[in-house]
């Protein structure tokens, strides 16, 4: 069941991050790296859908201010919609239910399992968003976490 409060991941849940050869260590010093990334479209059409019902929030993290700048520009591009004060940008290895203030009626959905296992530690839901980029198969079911393919099947 899905809480009131959406936290959503950008990097390979909104954005292709992964297609990128390097990707890692291109996003912390290329400029305008993730400007350039192709949107995965379904799932923001899924967003605008389950904005309905859902208080959506952007929860991602980022090596540097300058990426920072960057991942707002490319939401601004594909969710204008989006006001900025719903987009929370961390820094990388931080854990994300440190910047969500109602844990207990939110629910992140990431790709990387560590991020929700930690999330889960700290009060609030999880949902694993499946790709071919970072599956660890096996972990989220050992720990039980629900996943997803595709975020039009929270709808």
């Known amino acids: ?66 990426a920072d700048l960057d991942k707002r520009l490319w939401l601004k591009k594909y969710l204008p919609n989006l006001s900025q004060n719903k987009v929370i940008l961390c820094r990388l290895g931080e854990n994300k239910a440190n910047y969500v203030k109602d844990i207990a009626n939110s629910t992140l959905i990431d790709d990387y399992t560590l991020n929700l296992i930690k999330f889960r530690k700290s009060g609030g839901n999880a949902i694993k968003f499946l790709n071919k980029y970072d599956n660890e198969i096996g972990k989220h079911t050992k720990h039980k976490i629900k996943y997803v393919k595709n975020l039009l099947e929270l709808i």
């Open 1 to 66: 069941m899905l809480t009131k409060n959406l936290y959503i991941d950008m990097d390979d849940v909104l954005a292709r991050f992964s297609t990128q050869k390097n990707a890692l260590e291109r996003f912390e010093i290329e400029d305008k790296f993730f400007q350039k990334l192709k949107p995965i479209r379904k799932n923001l059409r899924a967003i605008k859908k389950l904005a309905k019902n859902h208080n959506i929030f952007i929860l991602s993290a980022s090596p540097n201010k300058r």
